[in-house]
DNA sequence: AGCTATTAAATCGCGTACGATATAAATCGA
DNA sequence: TCGATTTATATCGTACGCGATTTAATAGCT
């Protein structure tokens, strides 16, 4: 019986059929389709994820929030610090190990909640998706980040 | 007999059950699997994104370009200029229609696509999946972005 | 205690990425 | 044909995102 083929060369170079491709331009269209929503917060989507981290549990270290986002410390230090400016959240040394800086929601920042949860409604709604689709598809997506990061 | 339940605003709430950060952040983990394979090529991944477009299609516009990538002119000129300065592409004005920018592989360009013809197979190993599992999972995420970009 | 190694953030340089705007060329209509 | 509109790139300002390096603090070892 027929074995499912190895795709030839030729077709394996076709933008496509890049399942890389087809994660970077979904990811280019979820920015955008963010961006009428997270206006209304004054935030930007990357800003969005930290907050939402953040609302998850409070009180985090740069490095924590970096493990948690995939993102490094070069990335979040300018993030975090325009976030403060804004007066959504503190940056404070930890006492106890001052090497280490402690991210913490302030009043507003922890009040955008409220203002931030029919986002994802929006969300899920362009995407077109049932949830339980949603769930699925965003669970193979997470096993295929773990295997690309091993 | 049970259906599945709308989830509670709790659970949307969780940065791990949202789909748009499973592909913001696998997008960011293939930019680290190619990076060592392209630094070989001298190519950032965005880079080698708009060689693969041309070595499929050559001489086209910015436009066409932007159009396949999903990317704005103001993105594609300064990498189009960086791919020019390296030797790799040319970019002329159309004779025909002087507000068009006509893209063209050089033949160094040209010839780099044999140099990275190795790059789809460490990048499918790199996922740990099979190509056909790869193939529904890049349609699934196609037909997504189309979604979110009606 | 004192020296070394490690760890946590921050800084710097470079390359995306986009919205808004500018510039220049082609098209369209009266 | 000429003026207004549309189209194709380019430019500018802002915000990621990372690798390499720096700075400062803690941990670990003798």
Redesign the interface.
């Known amino acids: 019986m027929a074995k ?1 083929e ?2 030839s ?1 030729e077709e ?19 920015t ?3 961006k009428p929503l997270l206006d209304e917060l004054d935030l930007t989507y990357p800003q969005y ?1 930290v907050m ?2 953040l ?2 549990k409070d009180d985090q270290t740069v490095g924590s929030l970096g493990e ?4 490094e410390s070069s990335t979040l230090t300018p993030m975090l610090k325009r976030l403060e400016a804004m007066g959504y959240i503190s940056r404070v040394r930890d006492r106890a190990d001052e090497r280490q800086v402690r991210v913490r929601l302030t009043e507003i920042g922890r009040a955008l ?1 409220e203002k931030a ?1 029919t986002v ?2 929006g ?2 709604d ?7 689709e ?2 699925r ?2 669970k ?3 096993t ?2 773990a ?4």
């Open positions: 499912a190895t795709p060369p394996l170079m076709k933008l496509d059929n890049f399942l890389c491709f087809a994660i970077y331009s979904a990811n280019h269209a979820f955008r389709v963010y994820l939402v981290a609302w998850e948690k986002l995939f993102l909640k949860s994802p409604l969300i899920v362009a995407t077109g998706m049932e949830p339980a949603i769930g598809l965003k193979e997506i997470a295929l980040r295997s690309l990061l091993r």
